[in-house]
């Protein structure tokens, strides 16, 4: 049962700390997203790759946050420094691009992040 | 800004009942998708459904798109307590424009046994 693994399920930091977000997508899927989810905002896409390649991270404060794909196989998310306000939970998704151009997103169980 | 607006907000019926959610979009699609998201957990795919078609059933799920009207429903029939989750639209639009899926607020089901 294929499915997207985030890592941590769980972070705790305090303000201006590093946070690292990891991510592995489906085997075969050749597109991966980074979401943003809060109460206040729902769900905000922050960034998205197609054969590891960025193609919009517009949603993403760029101060702050970066996105990589260093290999097919794993996805990181990471912000530097933290700040209170980025308290939320970062879900990543991979995608499968139909014949018809529509894409199926599957996403992970999320990082719940909290900085304090 | 959010493409999709689902309406109502949060709905909650008995067991049995059917429940209807909304969503309005402002642009051009290429497809219209569901998502639900059980509390605490990531977004499952439901249903996608894709700007030329105008109904598409799966299970007791129907899905409806009007795109004169830039709507689309989402009819849960023969709802049960498992129902209850948050339900989401989701869109992207025809190329070039961009493909990513843009997410609407969503609407929180609750199903009472």
């Known amino acids: 049962d294929a499915r997207v693994t985030q890592t941590p399920r769980h972070k705790v930091t305090e303000m201006g700390q590093e946070v690292t977000m990891r991510c592995q997508p489906i085997?075969?899927?050749?597109?991966v997203f980074w979401y943003r989810q809060t109460m206040m905002q729902g769900l905000e896409l922050l960034a998205y790759?197609?054969?590891?390649?960025?193609?919009?991270d517009s949603g993403m404060p760029k101060d702050r946050f970066s996105a990589e794909m260093p290999d097919a196989t794993l996805a990181t998310l990471k912000i530097q420094p933290s700040e209170p306000r980025d308290s939320a939970v970062y879900f990543c998704?991979?995608?499968?691009?139909?014949?018809?151009?529509?894409?199926?997103?599957?996403f992970g169980p999320g990082t719940r992040l909290l900085v304090l | 800004s959010q493409q999709g607006e689902e309406d109502p907000q949060a709905l909650s019926i008995q067991e049995g009942e059917n429940a209807t959610m909304n969503c309005s979009y402002k642009?051009?699609?290429?497809?219209l998708q569901w998502y639900r998201q059980n509390s605490g957990r990531g977004l499952v795919h439901l249903i996608l459904?894709?700007?030329?078609?105008r109904e598409k059933h799966s299970g007791r799920l129907r899905v409806t798109l009007d795109t004169s009207k830039k709507s689309s429903s989402l009819l849960i029939t023969a709802s049960r307590a498992a129902d209850t989750a948050s339900y989401f639209c989701?869109?992207?639009?025809?190329?070039?424009?961009?493909?990513?899926?843009?997410f609407g607020s969503g609407t929180r089901l609750q199903v009472q046994p």
């Open positions: 998704a991979s995608g499968l691009v139909l014949s018809h151009g529509g894409e199926t997103q599957y």
């Open positions: 085997l075969g899927h050749n597109t």
């Open positions: 790759f197609r054969n590891r390649a960025p193609l919009d």
């Open positions: 642009t051009s699609i290429n497809n």
């Open positions: 459904i894709r700007s030329n078609e």
């Open positions: 989701a869109t992207d639009a025809p190329p070039p424009g961009r493909r990513a899926l843009t």
